[in-house]
């Protein structure tokens, strides 16, 4: 018995024809481009349409009930320091989706390329960051994604 790899036998003609496609890695990064928008840009929706009363009465006890926001901050300091962080977090889902949106056009326009994951890997970077490490579940989706760019071979013809 031999150790020797075997060489893969040539492709045929109708493996040759069938279409390239990073499935695995465009999904990966869509779920992670949802739940972006849907968990940074509700919190930067909800903080940013609240006025300062609504926000003492309904959103400041859960924050401070949370242990987000200590007992000795004004309302004014904490009204002001959770619009900053949703401001913050509205760039981020900007900035996520156009490097996730990039990154998913490249990956079907040309899904042999390994360095279209650098794509996925900044906006997996921007997510981590830009949510001040809150989204980390998220951005590992994003990681992975670029993992797989660059360590998979495509598939070949995974979809129609």
Same mark, same amino acid.
Request: with cysteine.
């Given at each position: ?22 499935? +695995? ?35 400041l ?7 987000? +926001? ?31 949106t ?16 650098w ?14 490490? +809150? ?8 990681? +992975? ?16």
């Amino acid at each position: 018995m031999s150790t020797a790899v075997r060489p893969r036998p040539a492709a045929t003609a109708d493996e040759a024809a069938r279409p390239v496609r990073r499935t +695995v890695e465009v999904w990966s990064a869509a779920v992670g481009m949802a739940l972006t928008t849907v968990l940074a840009g509700g919190f930067a929706l909800v903080v940013n349409r609240t006025d300062e009363q609504t926000f003492a009465d309904a959103l400041l006890p859960a924050m401070r009930g949370a242990g987000l +926001v200590a007992d000795t901050v004004a309302l004014e300091d904490a009204f002001t320091g959770a619009r900053t962080l949703a401001a913050w977090f509205g760039f981020t889902v900007v900035a996520v989706l156009l490097l996730g949106t990039i990154g998913i056009f490249l990956a079907r326009r040309r899904p042999r390329r390994r360095s279209t994951g650098w794509w996925f890997l900044a906006a997996g970077l921007v997510c981590l960051v830009g949510s001040q490490l +809150v989204l980390y579940p998220v951005a590992f989706l994003f990681f +992975v994604s670029a993992g797989l760019f660059a360590l998979r071979k495509p598939d070949l013809g995974s979809t129609p």
